[in-house]
């Protein structure tokens, strides 16, 4: 939001500075973003004198130009060449010395040098009124009044309008300061806290008066909820013509393009007191009839843009008897505004709904100076004197009568705030006491009305266009704001309380997997929960019926809440790939929705993805890729670090997976993984094997807050390590081996392991060889020759009887 400092001293007459006087807005919660320097003429003028021709002649080698001498308050005359065909001697005219900067119509800077013109020396430039910026003729040079002092600055002599503009970063619940008079409202109350009393002058309306009643309108409001107030009159015998300079330069102060005077008075009022107006050519309304009413879904409407719209049952429209002529609160229709031929308006000036104006600007992607403000919700109470100030300053600038009485529907006011304070609160949140007096006077600057007093508090009565104030809260920080954040004192000492928290909270156990995942290449994304319904039709697990859809979706393609973490994954792959970064390796903590016949349900997940290589090209070893085996890697790792060690592996039932298995507790499943399906990869223009990880977080959180972890002590006693090379035949598994070790020997044998297999040359037909190692180890003393040699010959004999095993 743009506010000019000059506007802003007609409401407050103050000498401070624009520098002070951002501090203090921003210390006020209306945070000043930057300061920008407004010239109605760029450049000022600066280096532009008057200058009065003494001589004049033709140039001697070219027709169209001429050669002055021109005093400009300097020792002596100054010769200049000159293209004008009006330059005569005796003119006072506005020169550019040497050094000034011009700028074009398009704002281009261009820099008044010493030259030769056809031989000819210059030293200046004799302006025309659009060459200084001043108008758009060029049909000579500008001459001046011959009273004027030659060598005085022109800058001294023109009306130019220096400015600074505040660019506020307005938060959307200060509907209250979307204006000049808002603005310096609040600002009111931040000087007298700095004890600087000033009135706040107000624009008068006392003038306002109706001269006949010849041009009536019949308002009829049939929708109540969406305007609670409308407000309405007629001005006739207006003359439409260009504003004056000085409307013009508060308007382009702040940014905005002067349309006509008409047009220009409604954006000055809007920006001036808040309140958006808008002006119907009066001969264009049919049936000299205003309704306010909704039209059937579907009916046609072309807005000023010339865009033709579609109406949505719900969107309010200002009607004649025939035809739809506005938007409400959101943009005028092409062919009932204010045109150069229009005689009389019908002035509007209303308070519409805001939950309804912003769902109607939302629907057709409009968002005006108007909805801008009906969205936020404006001040109730101000609709009437606004159409009076919008009324008086028409007719100031475009002449005119009012012809009807102010027609004012508000069939039920809206009413102001009450709220109670209490001191003891108050100092709580603070966290220093402020004094009572402090307080009360910082409320009554805010225009908040103290009703009743008492030792713990106050009874407050908050205005109605403060809507974002309606609680204890809010009062105390409206008293914190102007009693500045700053002034609040710190203390030596902080104070704070520990609270004890499960070491199975949710976050704790993603920091742990996320920490994890991160050690092994890794990358965390963040993704939309957003997402298109056609990914609905990629799974038949996936029902488009049980895709929760947005009410306002920004597009199609994000329309729906996610159902699976899957797709926005896939996305980010194929952005990547696309990018000629193809070895990948990602994981996300996310959501999926559901909406199903009775309830709609939210489940946690963790997705896992890895696609390309499994680390950078380097020397020492060869690339490779991932697979199936290295996310099951990740994955058992990630379960055994969260204590879950035992698991059933089933086939995957996931229909997006070609091929995977699920990894499960009993009948709950805590991991799908496999490769995803070729034509769900072509969806997504990938071309290359994308291995997914589907974990049910839901499930793995349970299971980790059941599952109870035992400690034991690190034995002192050394294990021992004794290997065996066994003859086998083929059909015998690791896993008989295994078993029939630990059945053999229950308490010393602490693990089994094969770390060699042979088939091939100087092997008997089905045979094979494997290579076992076997650890043993006594937790309460060391093991001798004896009871190794012991138990070794028993393994060995076992195997021999029950596996046909021979030692190689």
């Known amino acids: 939001m743009k506010i000019s400092y000059n506007w802003l001293k007609q409401f407050l007459n103050t000498d401070w500075t624009p520098e002070q006087t951002s501090e203090l807005l921003t210390d006020l919660g209306l945070e000043v973003e930057g300061i920008e320097a407004y010239q109605s003429v760029k450049g000022g003028l600066e280096g532009v004198v008057v200058g009065e021709v003494l001589t004049c002649v033709k140039h001697p080698n070219a027709d169209k130009l001429n050669i002055t001498t021109v005093d400009i308050g300097l020792d002596g005359p100054v010769q200049i060449v000159c293209g004008a065909p009006n330059v005569a001697a005796g003119q006072k005219v506005p020169v550019a010395t040497i050094g000034t900067t011009l700028y074009s119509e398009e704002g281009e800077a261009w820099t008044i040098k010493k030259g030769k013109i056809r031989g000819e020396e210059s030293f200046g430039m004799i302006c025309a009124e659009d060459e200084l910026g001043l108008g758009k ?363 004890a928290t499960s070491r199975f909270e949710d976050y704790k156990i993603q920091n742990v997997v996320g920490n994890q995942l991160a050690s092994q290449g890794f990358f965390e994304i963040l993704s939309n929960s957003l997402t298109t319904p056609n990914y609905a039709a990629l799974s038949e697990q996936l029902k488009e019926e049980h895709n929760i859809t947005m009410l306002n979706p920004l597009s199609n393609d994000l329309s729906v809440m996610r159902q699976s973490l899957l797709f926005s994954g896939l996305e980010a792959i194929s952005f990547n790939i696309n990018r000629k970064r193809g070895d990948l390796k990602l994981f996300e903590f996310g959501k999926t929705y559901h909406g199903f016949q009775d309830k709609r349900e939210e489940f946690k997940h963790l997705a896992v993805f890895s696609t390309g290589n499994q680390s950078q090209d380097n020397w020492i070893s060869p690339n490779q890729k991932s697979d199936f085996f290295f996310m099951k890697g990740s994955i058992v790792s990630i379960l055994e670090r969260l204590g879950i060690s035992r698991f059933n592996e089933a086939p995957t039932k996931n229909d997006l997976i070609s091929e995977g298995i699920s990894l499960g507790l009993g009948k709950t499943t805590l991991v799908d993984f496999g490769l995803i399906k070729k034509q769900v990869l072509k969806h997504f223009d990938i071309n290359q094997d994308v291995i997914f990880a589907d974990f049910n977080w839901d499930a793995i959180l349970d299971v980790v807050k059941r599952n109870k972890i035992t400690f034991k002590a690190i034995t002192k006693y050394p294990e021992v390590k004794r290997d065996f090379a066994l003859l086998l035949d083929d059909n015998v598994t690791f896993e008989s081996i295994y078993k029939l070790a630990k059945q053999s020997e229950k308490q010393l044998l602490k693990s089994v392991n094969l770390f060699d297999v042979y088939q091939g040359k100087n092997l008997p037909k089905g045979k094979k060889s494997y290579a076992v190692s076997f650890t043993l180890q006594d937790e309460n003393k060391t093991l001798t020759d004896k009871q190794i040699d012991k138990i070794m010959n028993k393994l060995q004999s076992s195997f021999e009887r029950q596996l046909g095993a021979e030692l190689r």
Not at 175 to 182: F, K, Q, R, V
Not at 229 to 236: D, E, K, L, N, P
Not at 481 to 486: E, F, I, L, Q
Request: proline share 4%; with cysteine.
């Open 137 to 499: 003729s060029h049909d000579g040079i500008l001459v001046l009044d011959e009273t004027l002092k030659v060598g005085t600055p022109a800058a001294d002599i023109f009306d130019i309008e220096n400015d600074q503009v505040f660019e506020i970063g307005l938060t959307p619940n200060r509907a209250d300061a979307m204006s000049h008079y808002g603005t310096a409202r609040d600002l009111k109350a931040g000087l007298i806290q700095k004890d600087v009393n000033l009135e706040l002058i107000t624009p008068s309306v006392s003038a306002f008066h109706v001269e006949n009643r010849t041009l009536k309108m019949d308002i009829d409001v049939q929708d109540k909820e969406l305007a609670p107030r409308y407000c309405g009159v007629t001005i006739s015998g207006i003359k439409v013509q260009e504003s004056p300079t000085w409307l013009q330069h508060r308007l382009k102060a702040i940014g905005l393009s002067p349309i006509n005077n008409i047009v220009d008075a409604t954006n000055y009022v809007l920006h001036e007191l808040g309140q958006p107006l808008h002006a119907f050519d009066a001969a264009k309304i049919a049936g000299n009839k205003v309704e306010v009413k909704t039209l059937p879904a579907g009916t046609k409407f072309t807005t000023l843009d010339g865009v033709e719209r579609e109406l949505h049952e719900d969107d309010l429209m200002i009607c004649d008897a025939e035809k739809p002529m506005c938007i409400a609160g959101v943009f005028g229709g092409l062919n009932s505004g204010v045109s150069e031929h229009t005689t009389s308006i019908f002035l509007e000036s209303a308070y519409f709904n805001p939950v309804s104006v912003r769902k109607t600007a939302k629907r057709h992607a409009l968002n005006t100076d108007a909805s801008f403000r009906f969205e936020r919700g404006i001040d109730p109470n101000i609709t009437g004197y606004a159409l009076k100030r919008a009324a008086l300053l028409i007719q100031e600038l475009a002449g005119g009568e009012i012809t009807s009485d102010i027609i004012d529907f508000y069939p039920k006011k809206i009413q102001d705030f009450e709220v109670r304070l209490s001191f003891e609160n108050a100092e709580k949140l603070i966290g220093e006491e402020i004094p009572k007096e402090t307080i009360k006077r910082i409320l009554t600057s805010l225009d908040i009305k103290v009703n009743n007093v008492t030792e713990t508090g106050l009874g407050l009565t908050v205005p109605a266009y403060r809507n974002d104030v309606q609680r204890e809260a809010d009062i105390i920080e409206e008293i914190l704001r102007v009693y500045g954040y700053n002034n609040v004192k710190t203390t030596e000492k902080l104070n704070a309380s520990i609270s």
